[in-house]
């Protein structure tokens, strides 16, 4: 098991170090690249096909593992997530409408829990509720699953934050399934690695080898992670009953989804309550407030990524504390809110002379270390694999 794991990252990593540099040539060629607008924080035309990228690493990554342990039963992922990139392919080359992007992502989810059979049909004991009937399942996957999705797609803000998080949430998953015995899902979360780590490497260091994920890139994550989170919760994803029970599978999934489910939840009802549409883009995510505290791309990225790791960290430190599967939630939703809302809110109320906010500028400037020194070292390096 362990050579099927470290083959799916090693064929996905080197699978996506070689097609990269061709995809870049073609989007500049075609002119399939992100223009910078008063939105956005890019100043020149960025290539927009790193989600290809992405998607070809992890099938040859799973597909070498192939050869050694059965992955049919990934096929039902990979079909969705076929679909999913070639939606936001469209997205990034013609533009989609909000709303019909929104309507073919519950159109595919609902299909896909119609094919698989798995759905979040188990509280695992959170609020002393376990099996839940499918009436209440179906609705909830799809509203949980089409939700990641776009909290996926609405992080990818800065250099290498989608990337670097997305890496986060499949290693801790991944560690799950390998302890729970759902070996095609650590497979599937070990190639997500492989296939993302080349990418976050040329989109953070890169200069003339970068491109962003696109909304191929995000929207194909958002059905794997949200894939991840439905196996850890489903009955029928045949977990082994051995796992301690006192630790809160519910928490603990929020958890690694806390910063991009938290902040997209934030920025939508604060849309709604000016008056505007939920899916109306502005700059009031939480990797705009680090890049205004002058942070530089890379930092807030770390930044945040550090945020969620720590959220991750409170639900473990919990459990092995002993706190029951309500308080891991409690801590989860806690944290989570002081580190979205909470650090937003009070970093755009406090007075420019705080300590606070100075103590930010001083931490935003020290991440400033950009094509200097080894950076620089390590953006020839990349710009020339």
Same mark, same amino acid.
């Given at each position: ?38 939105? &956005?924080?890019?100043?020149?035309? %960025? ?36 679909? =999913?990139?070639? %939606? ?33 049909? $188990?509280? !695992?004991?959170?609020? *002393? ?13 799809? @509203? ?5 999705? $776009?909290? @996926? $797609? ?31 899902? +650590? ?33 194909? =994550? ?8 439905? *196996? ?24 690694? =989804? ?6 997209? +939840?934030?920025?939508?009802?604060? #849309? ?10 502005? &700059?009031?995510?939480? !990797?705009?407030?680090? %890049?205004? =505290? #002058?942070?530089? !791309? ?5 930044? @945040? ?6 959220? %991750? ?27 979205? @809302? ?21 931490i935003g400037l020290a991440t400033r270390f950009e094509r200097k020194g080894v950076f620089s070292l390590l953006q020839h390096l990349v710009d020339k694999l």
């Amino acid at each position: 098991m362990n050579t099927s794991v470290i083959l799916a990252f090693a064929a996905s990593l080197i699978a996506t170090f070689a097609v990269h540099p061709y995809l870049v040539r073609i989007a500049l060629a075609k002119n399939i690249v992100d223009n910078p607008d008063a939105r &956005k924080l890019q100043k020149r035309p %960025i290539p927009v096909l790193g989600g290809a990228a992405i998607f070809l690493g992890i099938i040859i990554g799973t597909g070498v593992s192939g050869l050694h342990i059965d992955c049919s039963s990934l096929m039902i992922i990979i079909s969705a997530m076929v679909v =999913m990139l070639y %939606i936001g392919m469209i997205d990034d080359i013609l533009g989609l409408s909000p709303m019909l992007r929104f309507v073919l992502e519950i159109l595919l989810v609902c299909l896909l829990i119609g094919y698989s059979g798995l759905s979040i049909d $188990n509280f !695992h004991g959170l609020l *002393h509720i376990n099996s839940i009937p499918m009436w209440v399942a179906f609705p909830l996957t799809v @509203i949980a699953t089409v939700g990641i999705i $776009n909290s @996926i $797609n609405l992080i990818d803000g800065v250099d290498g934050l989608s990337s670097g998080y997305c890496m986060l949430a499949c290693s801790v998953f991944g560690y799950y399934f390998g302890l729970s015995g759902q070996h095609d899902m +650590l497979i599937l979360a070990s190639a997500s690695v492989g296939s993302m780590l080349p990418f976050f490497l040329h989109n953070v260091f890169g200069q003339s080898s970068k491109m962003f994920i696109g909304d191929g890139g995000t929207l194909t =994550m958002g059905i794997v992670l949200s894939t991840f989170v439905v *196996h850890t919760l489903s009955d029928a994803s045949n977990a082994p009953t051995s796992l301690d029970p006192s630790f809160g599978l519910i928490p603990f999934s929020l958890a690694v =989804m806390s910063i991009p489910v938290f902040d997209t +939840l934030r920025v939508m009802l604060a #849309r709604i309550m000016r008056g505007t549409s939920p899916f109306h883009p502005d &700059k009031t995510h939480l !990797h705009h407030l680090f %890049i205004e =505290m #002058r942070f530089s !791309h890379a930092g807030a990225a770390v930044s @945040i990524i550090f945020l969620n790791a720590m959220v %991750i960290a409170a639900q473990l430190l919990t459990w092995k504390l002993g706190g029951s599967i309500n308080m891991q939630m409690l801590v989860v939703v806690v944290v989570s809110l002081l580190c979205t @809302i909470g650090l937003y809110y009070t970093m755009h109320h406090i007075s420019e002379k705080n300590i606070l906010k100075r103590a930010m500028y001083r931490i935003g400037l020290a991440t400033r270390f950009e094509r200097k020194g080894v950076f620089s070292l390590l953006q020839h390096l990349v710009d020339k694999l």
